[in-house]
């Protein structure tokens, strides 16, 4: 029996700090009270039940590994890149990697995010998926639903079919939604349909109307502001904090839940509300009543902090062991799990400059559509008059924005220009974009965008930026999402990228991600998919040639 006394433990029912001492094995045997107490603070682990492993760009051993010594006790995973590559079979891979913390998933409800009309993705799951993988122990959740337009037909469709497939053999178990700037009239249909969650960007309005209609908020770093914690004041149990997407440099420069809860503290909110909103709250939301507290009969799954302020962690304990110490030195170390996972995933034929250019009739129309960025992963559709040369549209200051089908089609390219890219003569390329996972390419000309394409293709996935002073790549061998190397040495790629992406000009909050997220086809406004351009509102392709 392991025992941990006279410190401040987190008291959940009262939310306040108690003197108390522990006694636990695997599960917390006795709490018994305190006469005198030590600075020591100690809280449940933390839990996170809306993100997605393969933003990190690594396994779930990996993730398991670099998150533990953060808080990070059980996460709650869905993994709808890996689905999108791969299909079931590949995504049971996935679940099935040896991991440190609890990882449970989440049946990826939009795989792929829109249809097969709009984009091409290497796995698709409709019912027949949903049933098989809820027969997994690790299933506990229906993934995010993004496709609004679905719940709001009269027709029956595939997110229909999902959702009443899921809740016929899971209904105890919550559906977690997306639903970015939905109000009113919408809103109330997307929450009858039965999704009752929503982790998208936040503000005090959607926050006070959508917790009102009983919905779930799953509160990640963007929506972090002095108004919006202002306007989650007395709210606690209807809102927890969730990472969604984190990508690897920011995870070992900044943290994990950790970095959330941090900066919730420093906006304002009580520390045992913040502290709360990461344990208690998000455990009932997916109905894991054996953790998330410290109390008799729940899971020793605790962190033990000498600043509460600071949030500063000195041990992890998971299931009763000690996985991580800061002062002892005590931390899990890197496993090799590259033999796990099948490596041939790219299926294109190398491209040529030619399938780049954007061609345009001369003398026949010179008014286009443009795809600009806003600086975040929100685009908008421009009007733009554009100068035609030799039937080729050129302008200074418009990039060349495609996606390359990847899964063996051989599609043709439909490049499309946009506004706000790199303004350095360059290109970048990734295999890594969200969520079919196709190549997705920026760049100032047509020669640039091959050599970038052509080396991913090459290299089996991963991201490349090329410009005229060389070149630099970062391996994602597995699905051409997934690095199989250590954290650490991840990381230092994806810093490299994203300062390439700075200094070539091409400006956003996540550069990286904001960059992935041109190929998300329901992220306002417009988008791009190896089919084309995209109108996310309406779900249909649009022509850039065909502005008014």
Not at 210 to 216: E, H, I, L, P, S
Not at 502 to 521: C, I, N, Q, Y
Request: hydrophobic share 40%; aromatic share 8%; charged share 25%.
């Amino acid at each position: 029996m392991n025992r941990l006394q006279n410190v401040w433990l987190f008291n959940t029912a009262r939310r306040s700090f108690e003197p108390r001492s522990l006694a636990f094995d695997e599960h917390i045997r006795s709490v018994a009270s305190a006469k005198r107490v030590t600075e020591r603070w100690v809280v449940p682990g933390f839990i996170d039940i809306h993100m997605h492993i393969e933003s990190s760009m690594t396994t779930p051993t990996e993730f398991s590994r670099f998150t533990l010594p953060h808080g990070t006790t059980t996460i709650v995973s869905d993994c709808h890149e890996v689905a999108n590559v791969f299909g079931v079979d590949g995504l049971l891979s996935f679940m099935n990697q040896p991991v440190l913390n609890d990882t449970y998933y989440a049946v990826p409800s939009s795989v792929p995010a829109t249809s097969s009309a709009l984009e091409t993705s290497g796995g698709s799951i409709d019912e027949q998926e949903v049933a098989l993988l809820c027969k997994e122990k690790k299933i506990i959740a229906l993934g995010e639903v993004m496709n609004a337009n679905d719940l709001f037909s009269f027709e029956d469709n595939r997110t229909k079919r999902i959702i009443r497939t899921f809740l016929s053999l899971r209904p105890e178990c919550p559906v977690e939604g997306h639903c970015p700037r939905l109000t009113g009239e919408e809103l109330d249909a997307f929450i009858a349909s039965g999704v009752d969650s929503d982790h998208t960007e936040q503000t005090p309005e959607s926050i006070a109307e959508k917790a009102a209609k009983g919905m779930f908020l799953e509160i990640q770093w963007k929506s972090l502001n002095e108004r919006n914690v202002k306007a989650l004041e007395n709210l606690s149990g209807f809102f927890s904090f969730c990472t969604d997407d984190v990508m690897p440099d920011t995870l070992q420069r900044e943290g994990h839940l950790d970095r959330i809860l941090r900066k919730a503290i420093a906006l304002g909110m009580k520390v045992e509300d913040a502290i709360f909103a990461m344990t208690w709250a998000p455990a009932v939301r997916m109905r894991l009543f054996d953790r998330g507290m410290l109390a008799p009969g729940k899971l020793a799954d605790f962190i033990v902090l000498d600043d509460l302020d600071k949030l500063s962690i000195v041990q992890v304990w998971k299931r009763g062991k000690l996985v991580y110490d800061r002062d002892k030195d005590i931390a899990p170390a890197f496993v090799d799990d590259s033999s796990a996972f099948g490596l041939d995933s790219i299926k294109r034929n190398p491209v040529s400059p030619e399938d780049f250019r954007l061609r345009i009739p001369n003398g026949t129309h010179n008014i286009v559509h443009v795809c600009h960025q806003e600086g975040t992963t929100m685009t908008k559709k421009v009007v733009r008059e554009c100068v035609i040369k030799n039937s080729f549209y050129e302008e200074h200051g418009i990039n060349i924005l495609a996606s390359v089908e990847r899964y063996g089609h051989q599609s043709p390219i439909v490049p499309v220009p946009m506004l706000c890219g790199l303004e350095k003569s360059g290109a970048i390329c990734s295999s890594w974009a969200h969520d079919s996972h196709n190549l997705l390419v920026m760049a100032t000309n047509p020669e640039l965008a091959s050599l970038a394409v052509n080396m991913v293709i090459e290299k089996g996935g991963g991201i490349a930026v090329v410009d005229e002073e060389g070149s630099f790549f970062l391996p994602l061998s597995f699905g051409g999402i997934v690095s199989l190397k250590p954290m650490e040495k991840l990381s230092e790629g994806v810093a490299y990228i994203r300062l390439w992406l700075r200094t070539h000009g091409f400006k956003a909050t996540d550069e990286v991600m904001s960059f992935a997220v041109l190929a998300l086809p329901v992220s306002p406004e417009v988008k791009v998919s190896d089919k084309g351009m995209i109108d996310v509102r309406s779900k249909r392709l649009i022509s850039w040639r065909d502005a008014e």
